[in-house]
């Protein structure tokens, strides 16, 4: 079990008048972060996902609605990533105390949360109707049949970052070239129609290194593909997917290209 370090002050603050001591759950305030400590049992905080919650509190601090659940030794259950979010941003940590949890309840308190995935994010967007990108990006993932990350490497000419996944789910998202994405969106359909087998997203970040390659002729390639897309081999690491489409590319070739 390790503590907190960080202290402010000592105040606690009694929030919401319809709340009565015989309520199972009184949320509280305070501003003293070294009485609260974390669960060895339970999951460690995660920095970049710290980092997409302090870009939400500053945006907008929903913090009274979703407190982190602790016990009366102020041990966090739920919660961590909350709390530290909000001791980085000098932020009062809500919290409720329930005497009733037990380190095997960690797992299940963790397990009753559904995160939102890519789809969730996207139709939470479309209902806002504040970005007109979100109704191009949509119909630009249905008519190709990609994934969300595909989708978004492409728009993003052939390279994925996770600021653009963060952009996606703030709200944010942008379409600096949407020709480049649909030139990219059919030479890769292209190449997977010519591959005698299911493409994982390792193959596909490959196809798209590729593509974007300079010295790349597609011509040349869907030909190769046609005669000789028997010697790929089904690969985990997207660098040896790269490594497998520059055999079939240079092939019987003098030139030999590499795409990485």
Known sequence: MSKINKVVTDQ??????????????????????????????????????????????????????????????????????RFVARMELSLPIFYQVDDSLHVNDIGMISQNVKKWVPNDWLRYHLAKDENDSYKIYAGFKRRFKLSHTMALTMFNSGYYTRVMFDEFKDGTLSIPNINEANELAKLSGDIRALVPFTLNKSWMIAILSMLTHPEYDHIRMCKRLAKYSSKLRPCSKWQECVRELEGVYNFHSQAFVRFI
């Open 12 to 81: 606690v603050i009694r929030l919401s008048p319809s709340f009565t001591e015989a309520d199972f759950s009184v949320t509280k305030m305070t501003m003293d972060y070294t009485r609260f400590s974390f669960l060895d049992e339970n999951r460690k905080v995660t920095k970049s996902f710290v980092k997409q919650l302090k870009r939400s509190l500053r945006k907008k601090d929903l913090g009274e609605k979703y407190p982190i659940l602790v016990d009366s030794k102020y041990r966090i259950y739920d919660g961590q990533n």
